[in-house]
């Protein structure tokens, strides 16, 4: 095997291809699973809470697409924090961040599961094993086939979302879409929980040096993606509370196939689980690439060991991040169920918003003139007006996570300190 030094990653996606990685991770596990939850939280109201979910994800996207024109390299969240705030806080995000992406894809493999079992009757979690498994096989081969099956794969899960809109128009104005049987906390409650729907977006900037002209592609490939699959879940979430209503929707393992079979019967139940299986293992395959280059690029910078960032010298791909982070994808898999783990997803995702837009506004005083070729709009002197909407937002939706889960992710944080403390003193990284 060779060193990253030796071979670099190749450029082969354009923008097309990148919107599609992000829009693939994002139709994910989230809508085909997490609707039917967040239903149970916001009623008939659950449609409010995905466009909340959504304005946290696009001040934040703003902000990844002012820092990627920037900074268009591998390893994004790193190498915008380390210019912002130092290498001490780079590690953290980076290393809460490539923990919080690994767990999300366990968190997407048990959603795979689900449906999997729904339609074979199979065990849960060597379904699960077996899926990232696969994925990984098909990382190892090369990015360009990873890209392209992910494109393919997004297309079928959109058509799968497309037939639960179709199914659902009949029925739109048959119920108040405003019932919030929770009040409007529940309605936030949902969006915190449905955030994790949205997760997938930024990781399209850690293939900065695999796109063709990162600096224009990048920053609208995030955007777009943000705008598609908003519109998309939207459009679902009212079709799915107009046919099923928040009652049933909110006690469904398989809530989109059971939209569909009330209408069509079992035969259409088993087509929109087929689709779903294609969706999740879809966003399962672009997080662990996506997420596998966040770690190469902490590699190659010294924040992690050597080894993880060397590249495999005819697939050009960084082999021992994608068998590191397929391992402990596997091993998340035993933590507990889908809600649990996107609820500590969702809390590594909110502090790493805050801490990247923490860092425009950062970087806009430190460096005001710094080539950017995306700049976000709205400032007052230098002070950049929608990061600061970002992060109290994100800040705003901490406080809907579970006290516990809270504890966890404090916890984590030590863990993360006191490893780089250590891993430094022993010269394993810089």
């Not at 990653?9 to 923008?15: A, H």
């Not at 980076?94 to 449906?115: D, E, H, K, M, Q």
């Not at 799968?160 to 009949?170: N, Q, V, Y």
């Not at 997938?200 to 955007?223: C, D, H, Q, S, W």
């Amino acid at each position: 095997m060779s060193k990253g030094k030796q071979v670099k990653l190749q450029r082969s996606i354009g923008l097309f291809e990148a919107t599609l990685c992000g829009v693939g991770i994002v139709l994910g596990a989230g809508i085909y699973v997490l609707v039917g939850k967040a239903a149970g939280l916001a009623g008939n109201a659950v449609w409010i809470s995905f466009i909340l979910a959504a304005l946290v994800s696009l001040f934040t996207g703003l902000s990844y697409s002012e820092l990627s024109s920037m900074f268009p390299r591998a390893g994004a969240e790193y190498v915008y924090t380390e210019n912002a705030f130092g290498r001490h806080a780079a590690f953290l995000v980076g290393f809460l961040l490539v923990s919080g992406i690994t767990i999300a894809s366990s968190a997407v493999s048990l959603g795979f599961a689900g449906y999997f079992n729904a339609i074979f009757h199979t065990p849960i979690i060597p379904t699960a094993i077996a899926l990232i498994l696969a994925c990984t096989a098909i990382l190892l081969y090369g990015v360009k086939q990873s890209a392209g099956l992910g494109a393919l794969f997004t297309l079928v899960e959109a058509t799968g979302l497309f037939i639960i809109i179709a199914i659902g128009l009949p029925h739109l104005g048959s119920i108040n879409f405003m019932i919030m049987p929770f009040g409007i906390k529940g309605v936030f409650s949902a969006a915190a929980l449905i955030f994790f729907a949205y997760i997938g977006f930024e990781e399209i900037v850690n293939m900065a040096e695999e796109v063709k002209n990162p600096t224009r592609n990048i920053p609208l490939a995030v955007l777009l993606s943000i705008a598609i699959t908003t519109v998309i879940y939207v459009l679902v979430a009212l079709a799915a509370v107009s046919v099923l209503g928040w009652q049933e929707l909110g006690a469904s393992t398989s809530p989109l196939a059971d939209v569909a079979a009330v209408v069509f019967g079992q035969k259409i139940f088993t087509i929109i689980a087929v689709i779903a299986l294609f969706s999740t293992s879809n966003t399962v395959l672009l997080i662990l690439l996506a997420n596998s280059r966040l770690a190469y690029g902490m590699a190659r910078d010294g924040s992690f060991p050597k080894i993880f960032s060397w590249i495999h010298p005819r697939r050009k791909t960084p082999w021992a991040t994608i068998l590191a982070i397929s391992g402990f994808s596997i091993l998340f898999l035993f933590f507990g169920g889908l809600e649990a783990i996107a609820d500590l997803t969702n809390l590594a995702i909110f502090i790493t918003f805050i801490i990247i837009n923490g860092s425009v506004i950062m970087l806009r005083f430190t460096h005001p003139n710094a080539s950017r070729p995306f700049k976000i709009p709205l400032s007052v002197g230098r002070l950049p007006l929608v990061p600061v909407f970002g992060l109290l937002i994100n800040l705003f939706m901490i406080s809907y996570i579970e006290l516990k889960v809270l504890i966890y992710g404090f916890i984590f944080l030590i863990f993360a300190f006191l490893l780089y403390e250590v891993m430094s003193r022993l010269k394993m990284v810089r």
